[in-house]
């Protein structure tokens, strides 16, 4: 079995190593966090070890990386953590939950597909994406680098997705168009056209109705 240690000791590094502890793929050994963050010495009896020296006690020739951070900076800091943890010599594992569904083999390293997830045929996908439960991308879809999808996003075919993009819950992407990089896609969306860079889009908010009790609805 591989040996692993997991980046983040946050709600997504709990919930990859609940998932790997029992699917034993992977021996996981210890974790890690910037220095600045280290506030335990273990999690779940497992040693937190500062990034900065983790090269010294997990050997990277012996033990692989996930890589659990979210979307903050647009994915900037997962990248960068990506990269050091290369340049030291890590292979950077990627994770599929065992009900996603794959159907595609173009597929980069460090990407994090969760339960549910569906990657079509014929996709391209690159390195450090994330897809949160219930993704769906349908088919010959390129996504380069470091996107996160968040929960039941619905991506057509044919579309381009460059780097750095947040997808929030529940948004809709037409088939055929580009999202051009650091896109930020507010939950409830949907995307008819290609996008600007770094460009933010909302959907209309839902109202209150004033002067109405949901005692007065009959459903
Ligand atoms: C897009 C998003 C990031 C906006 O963040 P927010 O904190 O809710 O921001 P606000 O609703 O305060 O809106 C930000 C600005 O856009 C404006 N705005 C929001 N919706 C708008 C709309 N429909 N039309 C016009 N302006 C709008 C607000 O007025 C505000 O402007 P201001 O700063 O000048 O007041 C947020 O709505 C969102 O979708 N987050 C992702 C949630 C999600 O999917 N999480 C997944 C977790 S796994």
Redesign the pocket.
């Known amino acids: 079995m591989k040996k692993a240690i997991i980046f983040g000791t946050e709600q997504f590094g709990e919930i990859l190593y609940h998932y790997l502890k029992d699917e034993k793929k992977y021996e996981i050994c210890g974790f890690v966090v910037d220095s600045k963050y280290k506030d335990k010495d273990t999690f779940y009896n497992l040693p937190v070890v500062e990034f900065e020296k983790a090269h010294e006690i997990f050997n990277p020739d012996v033990y692989g990386m996930f890589i659990c951070l979210g979307y903050a900076q647009m994915n900037k800091i997962r990248e960068l953590k990506f990269k050091e943890a290369k340049d030291k010599g890590y292979e950077i594992l990627s994770y599929y939950h065992p009900s996603a569904i794959v159907l595609s083999e173009n597929i980069g390293e460090g990407n994090i597909i969760m339960e549910g997830s569906v990657i079509g045929p014929f996709c391209e996908i690159g390195d450090g994406n994330v897809f949160?439960p219930k993704s769906h991308i349908a088919h010959h879809t390129k996504i380069q680098n470091f996107n996160f999808f968040?929960?039941s996003v619905a991506v057509a075919g044919n579309i381009i997705i460059r780097n750095n993009c947040f997808f929030?819950?529940n948004c809709t992407i037409k088939n055929g168009i580009e999202i051009r990089d650091k896109t930020?896609i507010?939950?409830?969306c949907y995307i008819s056209k290609s996008t600007e860079e770094e460009g933010?889009y909302?959907?209309?908010?839902s109202i209150k109705l004033e002067n109405k009790s949901s005692l007065d609805i009959s459903l």
């Open positions: 949160w968040t929960i929030g819950n930020l507010g939950a409830g933010v909302v959907p209309q908010r």
